[in-house]
């Protein structure tokens, strides 16, 4: 399998950076008219799995940076393997393509409801336990709650920030078209070489 990831690295790429010129091809179709409607909904059905590609992107970079040549029967290992550039576009492009969904998603907030949900209910659990009243101390499990969730919110709204600006920057028009283009070219390169 880690074979097979190394040997379709330029194909990835080339279907990475066709997602990463999307919102590109997706703006053309939609002023080319009632057929332009018709392309513009397909690049966005080819867009929504432009998660699932990143991942299989950075995976593929991976495996292309760590696969050594003697993983493949004499002579027939792929001639782009441990190439810098190659792995390198991998890796952004990838990188690019999964965090399209980040900034959709507010995960600190989800982290703190889920964390706060986990402490109330091991309160809840070490209370029924112990045999003491949940009606008495419903206050207690409500504090314990917002203490947690608050606590883990803060931790973690740092981290969502930082990875919904790096979003922003990778999945900006004016770097992924280019970066899309730079990465079909390049594998085009690498292909015919």
Do not use: C, H
């Amino acid at each position: 399998m880690v074979t097979v990831l190394a040997q379709f690295a330029p194909a990835i790429l080339i279907v990475s950076g066709l997602l990463a010129i999307a919102w590109l091809s997706e703006n053309i179709a939609e002023r080319m008219g009632k057929v332009g409607e018709v392309y513009a909904i397909l690049i966005k059905i080819f867009a929504a799995l432009g998660f699932f590609f990143g991942i299989l992107a950075v995976v593929t970079g991976v495996v292309v940076w760590v696969t050594p040549t003697n993983a493949f029967p004499p002579g027939q290992a792929p001639s782009w393997l441990g190439d810098f550039i190659l792995i390198a576009l991998l890796l952004v492009i990838g990188i690019a393509n999964v965090m399209k969904p980040w900034t959709v998603v507010p995960w600190a907030a989800l982290l703190g409801l889920v964390g706060g949900l986990a402490a109330a209910g091991v309160a809840v659990f070490i209370m029924v336990a112990l045999g003491v009243s949940l009606t008495s101390y419903w206050l207690v499990i409500a504090i314990i709650f917002i203490v947690v969730a608050g606590i883990i919110f803060f931790l973690f709204k740092w981290i969502e920030e930082l990875l919904e600006f790096i979003a922003k920057v990778l999945t900006f028009p004016l770097i992924s078209v280019p970066l899309g283009f730079i990465a079909i070219g390049y594998a085009i390169i690498i292909l015919l070489a």
